[in-house]
């Protein structure tokens, strides 16, 4: 298995997280403000990891801090669509709509970097846009309010890929420290929002603390770091196409435990949306190189090619 494959498969694992999460969530606003939330969620997510990773904190470059500022603001944005989404739709269009990055991602780096979308990515990513609009417009083809939320997550997380994309390609950034304060900074940003617009407090109960601290550690602290660790081995386009994931794992998060059924359509979405990982995911040259090979005649100046020809 090659770098980006195993990327790839890491990225799958960061997907499940944040499937979970939007259940996690919607727990955890039932008792704390969306401002609260994220403020709690990740300043304990930076406090972890820099206690975990202190040695490697140190020393760190002026372009590392300002990368991570650019990304901070970028997913600070994506995080008050989202859990302002969630206040106002269902677990599953919130997660649904969440990975809308595969859609906004290559388009925005063809806007903003000329760069032009592998070929062998759209398919998966037509794929993907139909499944998406299976699994979240109701009947009358509309969404609904906390969906048009959402789509403020989906725009900003597609920002915050490309950025995280351009500066690990910098020599002078260093990785791992940018995955680590970058989260500080949302979590800075998410105090003062809260602290000027609600009124914070801590959890209350043993189960939403429990709820926050898994949103802390595991969905925040080590999703963002792997994410930003291997984008070094990988593609924004690939990644945002991995995360279509987070809505069919948040659908059946949403199944198993809040009682959330799709309708026939919205399955079919999610199969479609698979379906489209699956395509990019698959090395298609040497299966093609291969069938060619089987069906071109043999050379008839090759005596190995006319041997393999008459044994078969």
């Known amino acids: 298995m090659n770098r980006q494959k195993k990327a790839d498969c890491l990225l799958v694992m960061v997907t499940l997280f944040w499937g979970v999460s939007y259940y996690l969530m919607d727990l955890c606003l039932a008792d704390m403000g969306p401002l609260t939330l994220n403020a709690f969620r990740f300043l304990i997510a930076f406090s972890f990891l820099y206690a975990v990773l202190f040695r490697k904190m140190r020393p760190v470059s002026r372009t590392t801090l300002k990368y991570s500022v650019l990304v901070g603001l970028c997913l600070a944005s994506a995080y008050l669509g989202c859990t302002y989404g969630v206040l106002y739709t269902s677990i599953s269009n919130a997660g649904f709509i969440c990975s809308l990055p595969v859609v906004f991602t290559p388009l925005l780096a063809f806007v903003c970097k000329r760069q032009v979308p592998e070929k062998r990515l759209i398919l998966p990513m037509i794929l993907c846009l139909v499944g998406l609009g299976l699994l979240t417009l109701n009947n009358a083809f509309r969404p609904a309010a906390g969906d048009l939320i959402c789509l403020i997550c989906a725009v900003a997380y597609a920002a915050d890929l490309l950025v995280?994309?351009?500066?690990?390609?910098?020599?002078?950034?260093?990785?791992?420290?940018?995955?680590?304060?970058?989260l500080g900074v949302v979590g800075i940003i998410m105090l003062v929002l809260s602290l000027l617009f609600e009124k914070p407090h801590l959890p209350s109960t043993p189960g939403i603390w429990a709820a926050a601290l898994f949103l802390s550690v595991f969905c925040s602290g080590v999703a963002f770091v792997v994410t930003t660790l291997q984008q070094q081995y990988t593609s924004a386009?690939?990644?945002?196409?991995?995360?279509?994931?987070?809505?069919?794992?948040?659908?059946?998060?949403?199944?198993?435990?809040a009682h959330e059924v799709l309708p026939l359509r919205g399955y079919i979405g999610a199969v479609l949306m698979i379906s489209s990982l699956f395509l990019m995911e698959t090395d298609w040259k040497p299966l093609l190189d291969k069938l060619r090979h089987r069906n071109r005649p043999p050379d008839a100046d090759d005596p190995i090619e006319l041997e393999k020809e008459t044994l078969s």
């Open 237 to 257: 386009s690939h990644v945002g196409l991995i995360f279509t994931l987070e809505p069919v794992f948040s659908s059946i998060v949403a199944f198993l435990f």
């Open 164 to 182: 995280t994309e351009t500066a690990v390609a910098s020599e002078e950034v260093n990785a791992l420290q940018l995955g680590v304060y970058n």
